[in-house]
């Protein structure tokens, strides 16, 4: 996940696929719907392949019988409003409807989050459809910018799914934390805030989210960061030290069944800490070893 055309793309569909959850807030605050964290969704098939052999990927989504397209955009594209068009056709026509040999071809609810945006950024993307009568229908879908988003309003509306990229508005500065140390010392001061209220929102979690969601926000800080290398160590120790795979599929992977024995909040609450404080790389031996695991336990009151 070093390249720069794939790494936001994978973290956005690491959040779609494995954590839905974190969808939901998003499409609520996008389409001003109101499903509950709980609602059902369904993930359709995200991959089409274009005439070139190229292969198009999107994240759709469908609850009820409503289909949500969220397309995740690294730079202000002025040719997005035509890619998402076709992404969206590509999309209707796969779940069209046949009643007889009449179909009904309905466009999923769409939108593209900017990670980077600019005043030129608009608040929609459109595009005039002139089809053969020569009716004219005006295709029109909102957009989404980071950049609109403080942490406050991140918390405030449990949109988390836009933590990863928060640290972007960052990187800008990357370049003048060496000169200007107060700028750096903010974002740590910053991402210790971040760290801390997500611990609280997710307190009680069994299914590792919280985790997991820290070593998004990492990869993706690592990689602005990629040139300095005192603030990935600095963030690093921040927000837990660098782990370069999701906890719970690894341990899923492990075969590490004690969760079910022991209760899977205790150990999750157990690797939590010890990825807060540093000590990622003794996780697998705490967690293999019944003993070890028990000394920390006890180490840390659990």
């Known amino acids: 996940m070093s390249s720069n055309n794939t790494i936001f793309d994978d973290v956005f569909r690491t959040m779609v696929e494995k954590m839905p959850r974190l969808v939901i807030p998003l499409?609520?605050?996008?389409?001003?719907?109101?499903?509950p964290p709980d609602v059902k969704l369904e993930q359709l098939r995200n991959e089409h392949q274009e005439e070139n052999g190229e292969e198009i990927t999107d994240s759709c989504l469908k609850i009820g019988?409503?289909?949500?397209?969220?397309?995740?955009?690294?730079?202000?594209?002025?040719?997005?409003?035509?890619?998402?068009?076709?992404y969206d056709f590509y999309i209707a026509v796969e779940n069209s409807e046949r009643n007889g040999r009449r179909y009904r071809i309905e466009f999923p609810r769409s939108c593209v989050l900017f990670l980077r945006s600019s005043?030129?950024?608009?608040?929609y993307l459109e595009a005039e459809v002139v089809f053969a009568d020569e009716t004219t229908h005006l295709y029109r879908i909102p957009t989404v910018k980071m950049d609109d988003y403080t942490k406050d309003a991140i918390f405030e509306k449990n949109l988390l799914m836009l933590l990863p990229f928060y640290i972007m508005r960052?990187?800008?500065?990357?370049?003048?934390f060496?000169?200007?140390?107060e700028r750096l010392h903010i974002l740590l001061a910053e991402y210790e805030e971040i760290r801390v209220r997500l611990e609280k929102e997710l307190e009680g979690e069994t299914t590792g989210l919280y985790t997991d969601l820290i070593k998004l926000i990492t990869k993706i800080a690592d990689y602005i960061f990629r040139k300095d290398k005192k603030v990935r160590?600095?963030?690093?120790?921040?927000?837990?030290?660098?782990?370069?795979?999701?906890?719970?599929?690894?341990?899923?992977?492990?075969?590490?069944?004690?969760?079910?024995?022991?209760g899977e909040k205790r150990l999750s609450i157990l690797i939590n800490r010890l990825i807060l404080d540093g000590r990622s790389s003794q996780i697998q031996v705490i967690v293999n070893d019944k003993q070890e695991r028990e000394k920390a336990y006890k180490e840390y009151h659990i």
């Open 178 to 181: 060496d000169t200007v140390p």
């Open 27 to 35: 499409i609520n605050e996008v389409f001003h719907t109101d499903y």
């Open 233 to 262: 160590k600095e963030l690093g120790e921040i927000m837990g030290g660098k782990v370069l795979e999701l906890e719970s599929e690894r341990l899923t992977a492990k075969g590490i069944q004690q969760g079910r024995t022991e």
């Open 65 to 86: 019988k409503k289909l949500y397209h969220i397309e995740c955009q690294s730079t202000d594209d002025t040719t997005m409003a035509v890619r998402m068009i076709e």
């Open 119 to 123: 005043v030129n950024t608009p608040d």
């Open 170 to 176: 960052y990187e800008k500065q990357a370049d003048e």
